[in-house]
């Protein structure tokens, strides 16, 4: 038999193991070679391991190890080719190193390539030496042997390689099978061209179908339930496949029990030279989520309704409370203006502030409430912080010269910044931590502190700290004076009442601009609370241009004011009259009406008088027509009616009822109550601007 034969059938025999092929492979080349001993070698770095071995007496076991240095493998590895010493006593000789090693005497020896890199050697050798060197063929067939040899390990690794990769991929399998059924998803694949649908069983299953159904295309459209969505499913499929764009849809179906089920369908096309071949997908059951997301919508509605429902009760509260108190202020306040003896001046003056009390118990819990739920808008516009501060300081000032308080306030640090920010809200910030201060002292001083530095770009730290020398407050009262309707509950201070919003509120105004409230007191000594706030910078020209032209500096003469006139649209006896006497005590006449219809009515007869109103003051709830459809009929009677300032006055405070008198048509906004100050400040402030236009009209008359 030939030697490619042999070699063949031992390559080609697939119920022979490697290690049978190798030592088979080594028997024959013994026998042809006439050398007893056949080595396949594995050579890593300085190890010489033995793979496999054909001697005399097997005394060479497999697996045996030995340093390379110390073998003629080693001159293999350092030629990078075959070596053939038929005579070892000639060539290499005794100089070499394993000469005095090994009683060897003829060695052949060829490298085994695997893969395109080294792996080891075969070598045959003998303890006799050859009398003629080893022939041409007898180095080719080492060299064959070498080659089939590197092809049946490289054939074993493949094979190795391939079994590992399976082994891993029916792993994966079952761990994405269990992942995909422990989720509660089925996945799926649609042939286009064959229309060959297939099901996973966790889909079967989520569907209660039986595990051997075979499924078509149309029997998955006919489980959905609607006809509209069933339509509208089909057509984004079809469009799905057409733009090659990933598909997810919810579905309502009908399983195969007849029960109810939520889907979510998500779908994946395989596109194959610019064409559709096939759509892989996933599905899962969302019915729990879907029926979790109907109950949250049916509490998020109930919330709605419910803070509707609030709104508009804190709307007639606001305004039912609102109003009397309007009539009981305006009335002491005209009443105060008259001739009083001392006593009567007292009584009227304790009236007033307990009317003021009042008052601002119902301004904190609107404002809380609102604050709350969200529904104060924070009105953001460029701020003097120093002027809002210094505005606030007369009416102080009389409370501490009354109370035998210094009173010091130092704006030296804000003076020349101009933020972005809401002026009222900072303003609540001073008013509620003075108000408590010169409330909670009896004597000493009240202090108010600022401080400001640049806190990146664009941005402000700045600090309102306010200290006291009253009788403080104890380091457990210390953690509930923020919270809301708590206050300090020893029996000294149960006697100053309030709400126990304030403080509240402030924290609230200081969480909104990024900061906080600290307080530092002690019983006895005093209390010391910073406000620290993040204001974004507003100092550029225009800004500051607009804070100061808002100032307004107009000062007309009674005489001024008598040529003009005012007409009052209130549908509240007390309401009419304390407006009436207050403009009076400003010294604009006024005119009044009892309704919205009334009033548009007396504007259209005094455009026919030619004796148009200067001012109207518009109350918002009437009978009959309410103010801001009024303001509208009004603005439609030509332009000479759009120039009239149109003053909203109402006791509403919520949120949207400003835009509401805004969009109608009105200038302005006040909330009831109204001090004689603050409505002389909007009628000079609003005539002024009226008067500037008829200045501006009368240099250019075009």
């Not at 080595?39 to 007496?57: A, D, F, H, K």
């Not at 733009?243 to 179906?253: A, M």
């Not at 304790?350 to 601002?360: H, R």
């Not at 609370?529 to 225009?542: N, S």
């Amino acid at each position: 038999m030939s030697i490619i034969k042999e070699l063949q059938i031992i390559s080609n025999d697939h119920t022979m193991s490697l290690d049978t092929k190798l030592h088979n492979l080594l028997a024959v080349g013994t026998k042809i070679l006439g050398l007893e001993t056949g080595i396949v070698s594995n050579i890593r770095g300085e190890q010489y391991s033995i793979l496999s071995v054909v001697t005399p007496g097997d005394s060479i076991p497999v697996n045996s190890l030995f340093a390379l240095p110390d073998t003629y493998c080693a001159d293999v590895v350092n030629a990078q080719s075959h070596i053939a010493y038929h005579d070892i006593n000639c060539e290499p000789g005794a100089s070499h190193p394993c000469f005095a090693k090994y009683t060897l005497k003829s060695y052949l020896a060829a490298p085994v390539n695997v893969s395109g890199e080294f792996f080891g050697t075969v070598n045959f050798s003998s303890l006799t030496p050859r009398q003629e060197p080893f022939t041409s063929i007898e180095v080719d067939y080492l060299l064959l042997l070498a080659t089939w040899i590197g092809n049946e390990l490289e054939r074993q690794q493949v094979m190795e390689n391939l079994h590992a990769q399976k082994a891993i991929l029916a792993e994966r399998n079952l761990l994405l099978s269990q992942v995909t059924n422990l989720a509660g998803v089925g996945t799926w694949e649609l042939n286009l061209d064959t229309q060959a649908l297939s099901w996973s069983g966790a889909l079967k299953r989520m569907l209660h179908m039986h595990g051997e159904k075979i499924l078509k295309p149309e029997d998955v459209t006919n489980l959905i339930a609607d006809d509209a969505q069933r339509k509208d499913y089909i057509e984004r499929f079809a469009y799905m496949i057409k733009t090659g764009k990933d598909f997810v849809y919810e579905l309502e179906v009908r399983t195969d029990a007849g029960e109810p089920r939520w889907l979510e369908s998500r779908a994946h096309p395989i596109i194959e030279n610019g064409r559709c071949i096939k759509v892989i997908g996933a599905t899962m059951d969302i019915t729990q989520t879907y029926l979790d997301k109907a109950v949250l919508q049916h509490k998020s509605e109930l919330a709605e309704n419910a803070l509707k429902t609030r709104s508009e009760f804190l709307d007639k509260i606001s305004h039912e409370i609102r109003t009397p108190i309007h009539g009981v202020l305006g009335m002491l306040e005209v009443l105060m203006g008259t001739s009083l003896n001392s006593k009567q001046f007292e009584l009227a003056s304790n009236a007033s502030k307990s009317a003021d009390s009042l008052l601002k118990i119902v301004n904190d819990i609107l404002d809380f409430s609102n604050i709350e739920a969200g529904d104060i808008p924070f009105e953001e516009a460029a701020t003097d912080l120093a002027l809002t501060i210094e505005e606030q300081v007369p009416m102080f000032a009389r409370l501490a010269k009354q109370k035998g308080l210094e009173l010091n306030v130092s704006t030296e640090n804000l003076k020349g910044k101009v933020f972005k920010a809401d002026k009222l809200r900072l303003g609540q910030i001073l008013l509620n931590l003075l108000n408590n201060a010169m409330k909670f002292t009896k004597e000493g001083n009240v202090t108010v502190e600022t401080n400001c530095i640049r806190y990146g770009k664009g941005k402000f730290q700045v600090k309102i700290v306010v200290t006291d020398t009253g009788i403080g407050i104890s380091e457990q009262q210390q953690k509930l004076i923020f919270s809301p309707f708590m206050q300090v509950e020893n029996s000294a201070q149960r006697g100053y009442g309030g709400t126990g919003l304030g403080l509240s509120l402030v924290s609230k105004i200081a969480e909104h601009y990024q900061g906080n409230v600290d307080v530092n007191s002690h019983l006895g000594v005093g209390s010391r609370f910073t406000v620290t706030l993040m204001l974004d910078d507003a100092t550029t020209g225009a800004d500051i241009e607009k804070i100061y032209a808002s100032r307004n500096d107009f000062s007309p003469t009674r005489q001024e004011l008598s040529r003009l006139k005012a007409l009052i649209v209130e549908d509240n006896e007390i309401n009419q009259l304390v407006i009436k006497e207050q403009l009076k005590e400003i010294g604009l006449p006024s005119e009044l009406a009892i309704n919205g219809k009334e009033g548009v009515e007396k504007v259209k007869r005094s455009f026919a008088e030619k004796s148009p109103y200067a001012v109207i003051f518009m109350d918002c709830h009437m009978p009959v027509m309410d103010g801001l459809e009024a303001t509208r009929h009004i603005r439609a009677l030509g332009e000479q009616a759009k120039q009239i300032p149109i003053i909203a006055l109402t006791a509403n405070v919520l949120t949207g009822d400003k835009e509401k008198c805004l969009k109608s048509g009105m200038n302005d906004f006040i909330s009831k109550p109204v001090g004689v100050s603050r409505l002389k400040e909007c009628v000079f402030r609003h005539l002024s601007s009226q008067m500037q236009n008829n200045v501006s009209a009368l240099k250019d008359p075009a």
